[in-house]
């Protein structure tokens, strides 16, 4: 079956302006994250979703972003008036658990390479 | 403070030997989990092996083995017979409460397997 897929896969943007980064799960994966992973370091978590409810939105830095998943299945991230500091790889994971503990393994997509310029 | 520290930004390895790369980790959680992804050049994360905190054996996964010291905080994967498609970055990662579901990931280690 397919894994996770993201689109775009590139994005340019122009600083100020409003991006739309799309995340289809494995069918059937319940639960949804996304990661933001600037160049050289480590992904850092931003939101999760368990169905359509966003559970977790701790690491999201700033009000400028912003995460949905209306129908428990596709989810999209929003930055609006991105900056520089924006610029990174957004990953998007999904899990068929819905608790964490034990081997909750996320299964990551091929993240969308986003530059601010 | 980091929760997990990667302290070998590069390493290289010949084709068909072992590898362990190290991991250690900061958490005052008893009950935890630790991961190994691998991430090549296409940048998708693939999961590579698990341990909880409360696993007594040491986790196998094919030619991934995870060395363990609950004592040190330390988790170090070590790869053995290794092959030109291991040539990677290699993150370890913990989940501290297992009701929290997200990852926190160390900076990584870029793996080089030469011929």
């Known amino acids: 079956g397919a894994g996770v897929s993201q689109s775009p896969r590139y994005k340019v943007a122009k600083r100020g302006q409003d991006v739309a980064l799309r995340c289809d799960p494995i069918?059937?994966?319940?639960?949804l994250f996304w990661y933001q992973q600037a160049l050289g370091q480590g992904p850092e978590f931003l939101t999760y979703f368990q169905n359509e409810a966003q559970l977790d939105k701790s690491g999201l830095p700033s009000d400028r972003f912003f995460a949905e998943r209306p129908e428990g299945s596709v989810s999209t991230l929003k930055i609006q008036r991105t900056q520089q500091e924006d610029s990174a790889v957004y990953l998007c994971?999904?899990?068929?658990?819905?608790?964490?503990?034990?081997?909750?393994?996320?299964?990551f997509g091929p993240g969308t390479r986003l530059t601010v310029l | 403070a980091q929760k997990i520290t990667q302290t070998q930004p590069g390493m290289f390895v010949q084709e068909k030997e072992a590898v362990t790369l190290d991991c250690t980790y900061d958490t005052s959680d008893q009950s935890y989990g630790l991961f190994w992804y691998k991430q090549p050049s296409s940048g998708e994360m693939i999961f590579l092996i698990y341990?909880?905190?409360?696993?007594?054996q040491n986790a196998t996964e094919g030619r991934y083995s995870l060395n363990f010291q609950k004592a040190r905080k330390s988790a170090n994967l070590v790869i053995s017979a290794s092959q030109l498609g291991d040539s990677a970055m290699y993150f370890c990662?913990?989940?501290?409460?297992?009701?929290?579901?997200?990852?926190?990931f160390g900076s990584g280690t870029r793996l080089q397997v030469q011929p």
């Open positions: 990662a913990m989940r501290e409460v297992p009701g929290r579901r997200a990852l926190t």
């Open positions: 069918s059937g994966h319940v639960s």
């Open positions: 341990q909880g905190s409360y696993d007594e």
């Open positions: 994971a999904s899990s068929s658990k819905t608790t964490g503990g034990g081997r909750d393994e996320q299964f």
